[in-house]
């Protein structure tokens, strides 16, 4: 990797906020509901920063600002160093090619009606005036890449596996050769060997194509695994934010420690712990 | 004498290409204030068997096995109307889907009173008194006030409480819990989990949780069996497991924890067994 320049800022957020507003009824005044509160982070090419929370504390709706899905209310997002206009219609294609994002259920995030070629060939379609044959060209090496086969290029989504499909919502993502790859939820989906195959195609492609991932999860075992950086969300606010390590090793939030101490611990000793204290209690 | 015993379970589907089998010659056995959980991936027929011993499955699957004793009585002779006075009385079962297994139309007050009246024959007065005892139980906050509250009107961690709470109106002897956090936060999942531990610690009865999580198998269960593709893989107490797995598969599963991650990729479940799921000892015979 040293080979790759890897101190540039690929992606930084300045003090982002979105607001919702609830319409009010007879009666009932309108009412403002603060998703993101003004959130603020920087992210290295080629890194991972992993945003954690319950459901609820704004960090899905961050990433559809982050891929132009939202308006944010207010604040900065620079991507690449340059400054986003993300005001409706002065978005062009170009700044939405550097950005995809990957949704969290792969049986509701792909056209049941739509054949895996077609799939991914539409990015192209729309965005290039590359051929019919190119196009396919280009779908069927990337089937290859993410772990799937030419053969596939017919079939319809419903053919295929909760793992093989988000492979596909992966192959579509990267059509186009995007700079940024915001995942929601990827892999909570997943059965637990499916999760590790596609955890692994993820750390593959990343390193091949040099990718910056914003990588939405509540599982901690998988943060601790794929990230660099972690911020944690509570209420629209981050309220933790620094690298794996030090969010690991010395979480400052009560949010955090909350966290950490809900979820499961699978090593041995603490199976140990657990019996001996069920033992003592039934005594 | 076990409080529920399955020997030689098998569920077959019929499809367009024969039959499937998703269930191939499972035993389960479960004691009396015993944590069994049971493990495997989606399609290896965990939620199955245990909806073969509900009797949910639909009339087009065949089900056959050797025996399946319930405080030693078989289940499977019983009559329809017989078996449905011991479903959700003295078995009862908590859904993966807390919002969807509730009734969208009925308040979560009507739905756990109906089970009170079908089978307690409890009156009106009494009913609701014990569905709010049940409610506070739960720790749903309010009891009082949810009684009349819709299930859409609730946040699905106060959706599972109300199916916990109806799961066990009845006091059951065993209690299945089919993935009951998977579709829940951690911080959520923590809290349901505590309750139904505390819940089968205080009232003794036997727990059947079936789930993919490894984390939630080691936070709960005393002894486990790993299902793969219809089969029983293995069956150990929980240290054991954890400790010194047998079979392949079960390495397999955990070396695939990410918290378990040697080097910068994961082990799959693949490329440790090739599709070869039969116990280790084959491996050192075939050399």
């Not at chain 1, 993101?36 to 290295?44: A, N, P, T």
């Not at chain 2, 939630?216 to 005393?222: G, L, N, R």
């Not at chain 2, 990410?258 to 070869?276: C, H, I, K, W």
Request: with cysteine; aromatic share 6%; charged share 25%.
């Amino acid at each position: 990797m040293s080979d790759i320049k890897t101190t540039d800022t690929m992606l930084e957020v300045r003090d982002i906020k979105r607001d919702y507003e609830l319409p009010g009824g007879f009666m009932k005044p309108k009412k403002t509901l603060h998703a993101v509160k003004g959130v603020s982070f920087k992210l290295e090419r080629g890194k991972t920063l992993a945003i954690v929370g319950e459901s609820g504390c704004g960090k899905s709706t961050l990433a559809r600002m982050i891929t132009f899905i939202d308006e944010p209310t207010s604040g900065d997002l620079i991507i690449d160093g340059k400054k986003m206009d993300t005001r409706p219609g002065h978005l062009t294609s170009d700044m939405r090619q550097k950005v995809q994002i990957i949704f969290q259920n792969p049986y509701g995030s792909l056209n049941p009606r739509q054949k895996i070629g077609d799939v991914l060939g539409e990015p192209l379609a729309i965005n290039t005036d590359l051929s019919a044959a190119e196009r396919r060209n280009r779908a069927t090496e990337m089937l290859i890449k993410v772990g799937l086969g030419p053969e596939h290029y017919n079939r319809y989504p419903h053919m295929f596996s909760g793992g093989q499909r988000q492979r596909i919502a992966i192959a579509r993502a990267l059509m186009m050769n995007p700079k940024l790859l915001v995942l929601d939820e990827p892999v909570s989906a997943l059965d637990l060997s499916v999760q590790a195959q596609v955890l692994n195609l993820l750390a593959d492609l990343q390193d091949e194509f040099n990718l910056t991932y914003v990588f939405i999860s509540h599982d901690l075992s998988v943060v601790r695994y794929i990230a660099d950086e972690v911020m944690v969300m509570y209420f629209g606010e981050a309220v933790e934010y620094g690298t794996r390590d030090e969010v690991f090793s010395n979480p400052k939030h009560e949010y955090t420690q909350t966290l950490f101490k809900a979820t499961p611990k699978s090593d041995v000793e603490s199976i140990r712990a657990r019996i001996a204290a069920k033992k003592a209690s039934a005594a | 004498m076990s409080l529920l015993q399955i020997d030689n379970l098998t569920v077959e589907f019929e499809t367009s290409t024969g039959w499937f089998r998703a269930v191939d010659g499972v035993s389960i056995k479960v004691d009396k204030a015993e944590v069994l959980a049971i493990v495997g991936e989606s399609g290896s027929g965990k939620s199955v068997s245990m909806l073969a011993v509900m009797g949910l499955l639909p009339a087009t699957a065949k089900i056959t096995a050797d025996r399946m004793l319930f405080e030693g009585q078989d289940i499977q002779k019983l009559s329809g109307s017989e078996r449905r006075k011991l479903i959700g009385k003295d078995i009862a079962m908590i859904f993966q889907e807390p919002i969807a297994s509730l009734n969208p139309c009925f308040t979560v007050g009507f739905q756990i009173e109906e089970v009170l009246r079908i089978h307690l024959g409890l009156d009106k007065k009494a009913r609701r008194a014990r569905a709010i005892e049940l409610f506070k139980l739960v720790g749903l906050p309010n009891a009082e006030e949810r009684m009349h509250a819709f299930p859409h009107q609730m946040s699905g961690g106060q959706c599972q409480r109300v199916m916990i709470a109806i799961a066990i109106a009845c006091d059951p002897k065993l209690l299945i819990a089919d993935e009951p956090t998977t579709a829940l936060d951690v911080t959520i999942q923590k809290q349901i989990l505590d309750l139904i531990m505390d819940l089968q610690a205080r009232t003794g009865m036997g727990l059947i949780m079936i789930t993919h999580d490894m984390g939630v198998v080691a936070e709960t269960a005393d002894r486990v069996v790993v299902q793969y593709k219809g089969r029983k893989m293995e069956e150990a107490d929980v240290l054991s497991l954890f400790e010194n797995p047998q079979s392949n598969y079960t390495k397999a599963l955990l070396a695939a924890l990410p918290e378990n991650a040697t080097g910068d990729r994961l082990t799959t479940v693949s490329a440790f067994f090739d599709g070869n799921p039969e116990p280790a000892p084959s491996a050192g015979a075939s050399a």
